[in-house]
């Protein structure tokens, strides 16, 4: 039921038979029309759409739609350990006190007039008692002066859109950086503020995932080549010491030899590159290592967290402990005594373990005094007059309608999109490439499994009621190109998959038409992003869930590479493009030709309402449309806040949005009646 003023509310109940139910708690933090939750009957909810209210307060906002204590960027310092921020404008470094386990201190990051605002720091080191910390999606380099408390801002490695994805101080105290987009490792003198660009690595590679540096070295690990080079520090000269089967992101220093993470496999070279031993991983990766001083590597698995051990010369590793934070990543290991390890988790914790009994401590941070932000959210799902679910960095932020009540529990990765399926939401996870269920009474987590196939990636769920399965569209990370339709039975499981069904291109979004058991898939023809593609043009498939085959497949506009979206709705496939960011197409089935096209404010997400198709889309201050033969503008000024997809969850029978304005939570009118409504995003 759409909020209206007491007045109009009154006269309906008086002429229509209106019958009140108790008020709703979901309270807007600013001034909008009372808050009423009310039943109307047939007779007068027919009577009031027959016209909009387009006078009456169309934007209500309900504070910060997730809220975030997640870190990046973690090192340890003389009894103290310092981590960084994700997802908070400003991001945090707070400082915490390894003996007392609490955070005695913290400071902003500032923005840099020049580049732009800072989301976090995945790249940290100390170089002559200061913490230095590397940004994104500025690619700008900090210095924390822990005796003063100052943080100066020393300058840009790049443009906005980039990373400091790594950072290494050498013995010395010269730091080292490996970036993205431009795939560098570039040099910076704390003493005289120098820069030194070692420049291009390996042709086409972007990411410097990780670096670790010696007194002659430094050593990069290139995550789409999936090289392991050596940088000498004197003359620039770039020696490969081995190649590994995937990405590599973690690289560390061990003696004589370098230890490097690739995939499946932990490569341990001498450093001249000889002696290279490929050590098999099982079915995970590691996502952090340390070295102790007897020699001994310490690493923690992923997708579980477990914790593992290693020396020269084992042929595999030895598990020493169950994850002290199950399904986490790992940000850093660090050995605080002779028996303790202690880890950073990135959902926003940190453990301790007793390596000689396995025992471990886990602190929330948040608990600890870690200061918390609103964050970008990755997905959200409205459950009609129940809550609204927001899924965020490891964790689910619940607002209960009923109550106004606000809860948030834990998942392991970001739910990069949600389907519900009676009184269970499913969601499709992120790096972990696992399906899991949230009960809605229990908020109970479990694993249906992982969609395996490399398929890391997952980007939209939807559920068959006819086959009573969940569908996933995926795609692969790094020098992959071809993503899976994945069909999950809820009940069991069981997870079929079909890699490739769209040959040489990944998927980002599918359509469900359950009466005739079809789904359509969009395809993206950049795939990982780590190899050149195939393809020219993304492609649009129709696949038969009966027969398990691909019907037919079309390439709708010649040159467009990425369709973020796609929805079939009155025997029309409508598709929203990424690259070229914007571009919309209404795609007759019958046909295959396109009826209709257009360009909207940027890429999004679609949704079909009361027989209308619906965009919400970034950049231009963040938009809605309705789409037709041309599109409407229906919204502007909702922000670009999302960090997967702009989405609309309309209420039942109302025009009424759950959306976003900004980093808030809002319900939003878009009835497209009325004319265009600008909307003024809360601040913080």
Known sequence: MPRSSLAVLAALAATLSLTAVPAEAVTPSRTAAPAQAVTLSPAAAQAVSRGPSCDRPRVETFGPASVTGAIVGAVVHEGKAYVVTRGQKPPVLAEIDLSTRK?????????????????????TAVSGGKVYVGT????????????????????SFGRNGGFIWSLAAAPDGTLYAGTYPDGRVKEYVPATGAVRDFGVLAAGERYVRAVAADAENVYAGLLDKGKLVAINRATGAVKELAQGTAGIGVVADHGDRVLAVSGLTLIDVRKDGTDARHVPLGSGSLDALTVAPDGTVYGTSRPDGAVHRYRTGDSALTKVAEPPSQDDETRRLALVDEHTLAGFAGS??????????????FTDLIEAGLPTGAERPQSMLLVPGRAVYVGGHFFMDVRDLRTGDKRRFRVPGEPKDLVRRGDKIYAAIYPSGQIISMDLRTDKVRSLGRLGNDQQRPWDIEYDPVTDKLLVASAPLGARLEGALSIVDPDTGQIDSYPGVIPGQSLMSLSLDSRKGIVYLGGDVLGGGGVPPVKTSASVAAFDLRSRTVRWQADPVAGLRTFQDIKVHGGLLYGLYKRDSGTWIALDLATRTVKHQGTLSGYGELTVHRGKVFASTFFGGGNAYELGT????????????????PQLHFEPGSWRAWALSGRHLARIDLDPRCPLLTVTPPQG
Not at 103 to 123: C, H, I, K, N, Q
Not at 140 to 151: H, I, K, M, N, S
Request: no cysteine; net charge negative.
């Open 103 to 123: 955070v005695v201190r913290s400071v902003f990051l500032p923005d840099a007039p020049a580049t732009g605002e800072p989301e976090g720091g995945w790249a």
């Open 136 to 155: 994104y999606p500025v690619p700008d380099l900090y210095r924390f002066d822990p005796a003063t408390g100052e943080v100066a801002h020393l300058g």
């Open 348 to 361: 926003g914790g940190m453990w301790w373990l007793d390596l000689r009994t396995g025992r471990s401590e």
């Open 630 to 645: 041309e599109a409407k503008h229906l919204a502007t000024g909702l922000g670009d806040d999302w960090y997967t997809n």
